[in-house]
């Protein structure tokens, strides 16, 4: 019935399992730098492509007030505008199982102004989003602005 081979056995894949998801976790954190950069410079290029003026200058290191902004800061990146006091929150949403990446303009007190699609799928299916999942972004974006 319960042979000790089985325990060892179970045991050694948990360990498998958990040292993969540790390793995964700590190239997330450890490459999270990198990867804001390159989302800056991916966006810049979205921006020069749809001869946009508007420019990232740089990536913003936030610092959570509760588990609200901790959660949601988890979920996307904040930069700083080139020429310009507004911020943009870049973020991904789910429609039909692919991922969509937008940014946020969000003004000097707070407010989201805009919301911008930044892919060629984005600004196809920016349009059938539903209202009411966009307006709960918002809300969470305002919500959790210094």
Do not use: C
């Not at 420019?55 to 800061?73: D, I, K, M, T, V």
Request: aromatic share 12%; net charge neutral.
């Amino acid at each position: 019935m319960n042979n000790p081979g089985d325990f060892k056995d179970k045991a050694a894949l948990f360990a498998w399992i958990a040292g993969l998801l540790l390793i995964t976790s700590l190239l997330w954190i450890v490459t999270s730098n990198l990867q804001s950069n390159y989302l800056m410079r991916t966006v810049n290029n979205v921006f020069m492509g749809n001869n946009d003026q508007r420019r990232l200058s740089g990536s913003l290191q936030q610092r959570p007030q509760g588990a609200n902004r901790q959660a949601f800061n988890l979920f996307g990146y904040w930069y700083s505008m080139h020429n310009s006091t507004d911020l943009m929150f870049v973020f991904s949403v789910f429609r039909d199982g692919i991922m969509i990446p937008l940014g946020a303009i969000v003004s000097q007190d707070g407010k989201v102004s805009e919301i911008i699609p930044l892919s060629a799928h984005a600004v196809y299916v920016f349009d059938t989003l539903p209202q009411s999942i966009l307006q709960m972004y918002i809300n969470r974006i305002e919500g959790n602005r210094e």
